[in-house]
């Protein structure tokens, strides 16, 4: 029933706009898809990451753990939840070298792991994957995260990429061409509101 729910939906649009709106709903749709895309990749990556983190570092059952905690990076910074847990299991049934069941190893190896996988991911995997998916460079990212963050708290990272990214094409779509003809005389709003 899908192609009559978006038949019925494209009606709701005016004729003379049906186009141009579906036309950026597709782009928008393409990039949303993408975003999703990219942060499953990123969540594999690291997944492979924590699992050979965790049997470096000596903690018992590295491959479940790296999974799920790998599972954990589709939400950022949901994968720090996780420490705790490591340490836990670190002190129960410490490692096979003799250092690994001192405390301070203990205390301080999960946390290194957690960090170097969330510059990571910060720094390398968002920017260069959800870049490639999302048509936005690294600044872009970078500044969509903190702003979603600094907006929004958790909620707001998760949507920040995508809301970006669409808000990108609306003004390269919209905006731009609009000011483009008001700066060249030929339109008497800069704005993509006024009539004609």
């Not at 990039?31 to 570092?57: E, N, P």
């Not at 790998?70 to 410490?94: N, S």
């Not at 460079?137 to 909620?155: C, E, K, M, N, Y």
């Amino acid at each position: 029933r899908w192609p009559g729910v978006q038949t019925w939906l494209a009606h709701l649009v005016p004729e003379r706009n049906r186009e141009r709106v579906l036309d950026l709903v597709g782009q928008m749709d393409a990039v949303i898809a993408g975003f999703i895309r990219g942060r499953l990749t990123i969540s594999a990556i690291l997944c492979v990451y924590f699992a050979l983190a965790y049997w470096g570092i000596g903690v018992g059952a590295p491959l479940l753990l790296g999974l799920v905690v790998g599972l954990l990076c589709l939400v950022p910074y949901a994968a720090t939840a996780a420490i705790p847990v490591v340490m836990a299991v670190m002190w129960l049934k410490p490692g096979n070298a003799p250092w690994q069941d001192e405390w301070l190893w203990i205390l301080l190896a999960p946390i290194g792991v957690h960090a170097i996988a969330q510059l990571i991911d910060d720094y390398v995997l968002t920017p260069s994957i959800q870049g490639k998916h999302t048509g936005m460079d690294t600044p872009a990212i970078v500044f969509a995260s903190l702003a979603g963050g600094t907006l929004a708290g958790f909620f707001g990272l998760l949507v920040a990429i995508p809301a970006a990214a669409c808000i990108k094409i609306l003004v390269r779509e919209v905006v731009a061409p609009q000011f483009t003809k008001w700066a060249q005389g030929r339109a008497t709003d800069p704005l993509p509101i006024s009539p004609g």
